[in-house]
């Protein structure tokens, strides 16, 4: 069962800067699609915010071939955030 998702809100920004970003992907035969569309500029995480809680993560797991867990550091430099104005999910949720 495919669920797409689609949402609108309206943000005034004083700089009127507007991207879109889109990502789409190929799952069982069937493509998946994501779309975003930000306003204003990039920006830090506000400290304790559930932003921060999101992009701030400096670990990262992934499953091995036996069954088992690796865990890894990941290194980088703060991300930037930006307002979303309008997304787009297409996904057939359950079959991922």
Aim: a negative charge; aromatic letters at 14%; charged letters at 30%.
């Amino acid at each position: 069962m495919t669920l797409p998702v689609r949402h609108s809100i309206e943000i005034a920004d004083a700089t009127g800067d507007l991207s879109a970003f889109d990502y789409s992907w190929k799952f069982q035969r069937r493509w998946n699609h994501l779309r975003v569309e930000t306003i204003g500029s990039p920006r830090p995480a506000v400290t304790g915010s559930l932003d921060e809680f999101i992009v701030d993560h400096y670990w990262a797991y992934t499953r091995q071939r036996d069954g088992g867990c690796r865990e890894y550091r990941v290194d980088h430099r703060p991300w930037q955030i930006r307002r979303a104005a309008e997304f787009e999910f297409d996904c057939d949720a359950r079959a991922l």
